[in-house]
Nanobody
Framework: QVQLVESGGGLVQAGGSLNLSCLTS????????MAWFRQAPGEEREFVAA????????IYADSVKGRFTISRDNAKNTVALQMNSLKPADTAVYYC????????????????????WGQGTRVTVSS
């Protein structure tokens, strides 16, 4: 049974930092690209960041570029999202997702290609 469990969300003031973590089980992480998405109240789920299986390729949404960093540790079955210089606009539920994609050059950003999802962790940034 595949499980993705996010943690690390919370309440933070604008300008602060949070580090989200996603612990996976039930899949061989080396075959999967991993991503973070987020969904604000009343909004559609949107792409935040992704990393391919061997960390050779990362991609970020323009809105978080330069502030967020995605990383992974395949040996520990974890994916992280370091979020710095947080803004109230970053307030959302953040989801970890896995895409079966052994490519070393391609990382995808569409929600429809990600097969497995976590339950989400809430991030609230106060002004």
């Amino acid at each position: 049974q595949v499980q993705l469990v996010e943690s690390g969300g919370g309440l933070v003031q604008a300008g602060g930092s949070l580090n989200l973590s996603c612990l996976t089980s039930g899949l061989s992480l080396k075959n999967y690209a991993m991503a973070w998405f987020r969904q604000a109240p009343g909004e559609e789920r949107e792409f935040v960041a992704a990393i391919n299986w061997n960390r050779a390729r990362t991609i970020y949404a323009d809105s978080v570029k330069g502030r967020f960093t995605i990383s992974r540790d395949n040996a520990k079955n974890t994916v992280a999202l370091q979020m710095n210089s947080l803004k109230p606009a970053d307030t959302a539920v953040y989801y970890c997702a896995a895409d079966f994609n052994p490519s070393t050059v391609t990382v995808r950003t569409s929600t429809s290609v990600y097969e497995y999802w976590g339950q989400g962790t809430r991030v609230t940034v106060s002004s």
